[in-house]
T-cell receptor, first 108, second 116 residues
Framework: SQQGEEDPQALSIQEGENATMNCSYKTSINNLQWYRQNSGRGLVHLIL?????REKHSGRLRVTLDTSKKSSSLLITASRAADTASYFCATDAGGYIFGTGTRLKVLA | NAGVMQNPRHLVRRRGQEARLRCSPM?????VYWYRQLPEEGLKFMVYLQKENIIDESGMPKERFSAEFPKEGPSILRIQQVVRGDSAAYFC??????????????FGQGTRLTVV
């Protein structure tokens, strides 16, 4: 089974709203990463958070990590139509292990 | 510095033929990962390779699939005697390090395999 599981599977919001996606994983990690995939394209790395970090920011992105709960969240603030994509978390268990993704749709 | 290069971008094979997918990692990267993605689904890990070594092939089907990353040249994912169920997008990624200081993976644009 997949190491990471994102929640929700799909999310539809209005432009300007915030989008929150969650990721749960199973084993201990050194770091957790979030990626974005536009339809039919390769994944693009967004942000990496190490196991000794609790929160990290990058532009409109905010990532939290709770290693005791084995979970992470990705918050996109002031969303834009261009944020429409699938978002995946990945853990560094050997090969990067990806979850099933959250499909985000931002309506203009 | 070119990114991860995959070719071909699209590959059509008849059932029973062989498919060979190539991946050239980013310059300086010695770790390569292959993933399979079905439409509307996540990426399924297949295999993790370093130069001349398979590190983790726990996601590879036991039959018909093989992967290599030779000392010289690209990494190759080979699928023998393809079946319709092999139709998917196959992504390759590379990274420069492993372990405590593992960094992000860089992805190619994928090879879309269609088996007819």
């Amino acid at each position: 089974s997949q190491q990471g599981e994102e929640d929700p599977q799909a999310l539809s919001i209005q432009e300007g709203e915030n989008a929150t996606m969650n990721c749960s994983y199973k084993t201990s990690i050194n770091n957790l990463q979030w990626y974005r995939q536009n339809s039919g394209r390769g994944l693009v790395h967004l942000i990496l958070i190490r196991s000794n970090e609790r929160e990290k920011h990058s532009g409109r992105l905010r990532v939290t990590l709770d290693t005791s709960k084995k979970s992470s969240s990705l918050l996109i603030t002031a969303s834009r139509a261009a944020d429409t994509a699938s978002y995946f978390c990945a853990t560094d268990a050997g090969g990067y292990i990806f979850g099933t993704g959250t499909r985000l749709k931002v309506l203009a | 510095n070119a990114g991860v290069m995959q070719n071909p971008r699209h590959l059509v094979r008849r059932r029973g033929q062989e498919a060979r997918l190539r991946c050239s990692p980013m310059k300086g990267h010695s770790h390569v990962y292959w993933y399979r993605q079905l439409p509307e689904e996540g990426l399924k890990f297949m295999v993790y390779l370093q130069k001349e070594n398979i590190i983790d092939e726990s996601g590879m089907p036991k039959e018909r699939f093989s992967a290599e990353f030779p000392k010289e040249g690209p990494s190759i994912l080979r699928i023998q005697q393809v079946v319709r169920g092999d139709s998917a997008a196959y992504f390759c990624a590379s990274s420069p390090s492993y372990g405590e200081l593992k960094t992000e993976a860089f992805f190619g644009q994928g090879t879309r395999l269609t088996v007819v």
